[in-house]
Nanobody
Framework: VQLVESGGGLVQAGGSLTLSCAAS????????MAWYRQAPGKERELVAT???????YYVDSVKGRFTISRDNVKNSLHLQMNSLKPEDTAMYSC???????????????????WGQGTQVTVSS
């Protein structure tokens, strides 16, 4: 399985970006897909998740601004990011689990597959 992110870039505060993650390889259904981010000098942070049943999770700092979506036909995941802030600056990575969609499972056992990441930089 390969996950390849795209869509990152430089944007001014208040602007928008849409990240995409294309999945290829074994064409089985992921139980949950997610976006993580890691800023320089900080720990990796779970930003949003979307399960195969449509359940979502957002970290508090992005609620109301980011939207996660999935295209099951194209095996792709997206993150629409609006009202971007300088503190959103980070490397954003796509990840997936083959089974187990509960947040506790994700937090305790992590994800099975990872992309390389795409850089998002928000200028003030």
């Amino acid at each position: 399985v390969q996950l390849v992110e795209s869509g990152g870039g430089l944007v001014q505060a208040g602007g928008s970006l849409t990240l995409s993650c294309a999945a290829s390889g074994n064409t089985f259904s992921f139980s949950v897909m997610a976006w993580y981010r890691q800023a320089p000098g900080k720990e990796r942070e779970l930003v949003a998740t979307l399960s195969e049943h449509g359940n979502t999770y957002y970290v508090d700092s992005v609620k109301g601004r980011f939207t996660i979506s999935r295209d099951n036909v194209k095996n792709s995941l997206h993150l629409q990011m609006n009202s971007l802030k300088p503190e959103d600056t980070a490397m954003y990575s796509c990840a997936a689990r083959a089974d187990g969609e509960a947040l506790s499972t994700i937090l305790n056992y992590g994800m099975d597959f990872w992309g390389q990441g795409t850089q998002v930089t928000v200028s003030s």
